[in-house]
């Protein structure tokens, strides 16, 4: 799917059925979801494998039993070239078939690789498995866990392109995929204030979105032999709340026509009515009923995926409030916590990095509303800042 030119269009309906396939799924009716949107910032870019130099050339059936081809390993230990996550006792110039992952190579072509460079679905199933286990190590920092996991997916991604396999196991797969970026999505916006990470942060949203692009293609293929991702509706759902980022390019020219090219059950499901419901109670700056709808009805990965764009929400929240009332009529802090699911404290600091001024009267804190030194921040951090989900699914 990452090959997104003509032959790989073309090589799809020949070389479904060709990879490993498992049961099929089953899903309701309602038309097939066709490709996403064009759009210049992101369509174009869906590509993290390059293409083949023989745009003609059969697929690749890979042969290669190990989550790294034999003789990539061996040349990465003569070259000392070992992730931290790979070395056997901290060795640089050795590792293991059951700790080293083929890394992802940006110039590649059908013409010089061989069946045995390339890793079968079973083996890519195994090696995603393998990935995700890692991903709540805590033997090293997070961000070094990150970076080998983003570097490892894009080889498997490679690998099913290599290879043309879109059926319902590589869904899954990308699926994963996905997942992987959304929780690291969260992780890495926690501490994005060190400038590392925050680059970090930009090319894992440049992933996240390529990934759902290439995934909803997934679907439309998978679509045409009457099989379905039980996922669906809420890996659908994410595209819409990455809209709820100030600083995400604009992915679509109308979701409203989106909208109406998407499946009826998928439409329909409650994560889409959810997703539909948040972007707009944002739009209409309606932000109590925001934050209580994803306290109570936002899925695990849905509550990932925005929570790092709440303090944006927040600080838009806290410019209405400001705008808004008589310069007599104070605005407590307790009780624009309780509205906005913020700690006392945490809100306090918001107000300051927004401009806010902040008094205290009677042992209560509040800003007085028409403050000129209000301005929205470039940046919000969102450290410390967290939703409490206290209501109840």
Request: aromatic letters at 8%; hydrophobic letters at 35%.
């Amino acid at each position: 799917m990452d090959r997104r030119g003509e032959a790989s269009h073309r090589s799809w309906s020949s070389s479904r059925g060709r990879g490993w396939r498992g049961r099929g799924r089953s899903g309701g009716g309602g038309r097939p979801f066709p490709p996403p949107p064009s759009s210049t910032a992101f369509s174009a870019a869906v590509n993290p494998a390059p293409a083949v130099t023989v745009d003609d050339a059969a697929p690749i059936i890979g042969t290669c039993p190990d989550m790294c081809p034999a003789r990539e390993r061996a040349l990465r230990e003569r070259l000392r070239d070992l992730a931290m996550l790979e070395r056997v006792g901290g060795d640089p110039a050795c590792t293991s078939p059951s700790l080293a992952v083929k890394k992802f190579c940006r110039t590649i072509s059908s013409t010089n690789v061989m069946a045995s460079d390339i890793r079968p679905l079973p083996v890519l199933r195994e090696t995603m498995d393998y990935l995700l286990h890692l991903l709540d190590s805590s033997e090293h920092p997070f961000e070094t866990i990150h970076d080998f996991i983003f570097d490892r997916t894009r080889s498997i991604r490679q690998d099913l392109s290599m290879q043309n396999i879109v059926n319902d196991q590589a869904v899954q797969i990308y699926e994963d995929v996905v997942t992987f970026h959304i929780r690291s999505h969260q992780r890495l916006a926690r501490s994005c204030q060190d400038s590392d990470v925050s680059s970090l942060c930009f090319l894992n949203m440049e992933q996240l979105t390529k990934c759902l692009l290439s995934l909803f293609d997934m679907y439309h293929v998978i679509h045409e032999s009457d099989s379905h991702s039980k996922r669906e509706a809420e890996y659908y759902s994410f595209y819409v709340l990455l809209h709820l980022g100030c600083k995400i390019p604009k992915m679509v020219d109308s979701l409203s026509l989106w909208y109406s090219r998407l499946a009826t059950q998928v439409r329909q499901s409650k994560e889409m009515i959810f997703a539909r419901n948040l972007l707009r109670c944002y739009q209409l700056g309606n932000f109590k009923r925001f934050f209580c709808m994803i306290a109570a009805e936002a899925t695990d990965l849905q509550l990932c995926l925005v929570e790092p764009f709440l303090n944006e929400v927040r600080a838009r929240a806290l410019m209405y409030f400001n705008h808004s009332g008589y310069k007599l009529q104070h605005h407590p802090l307790e009780h624009l916590s309780g509205i906005l699911m913020i700690e006392v404290s945490e809100l306090e600091t918001l107000c300051g990095i927004c401009g806010l001024e902040i008094r205290t009267s009677e042992g209560m804190k509040a800003f007085m509303p028409k403050q000129t030194s209000f301005s929205l921040p470039t940046s919000v951090p969102c450290n410390g800042i967290y939703i409490a989900r206290e209501v109840e699914r």
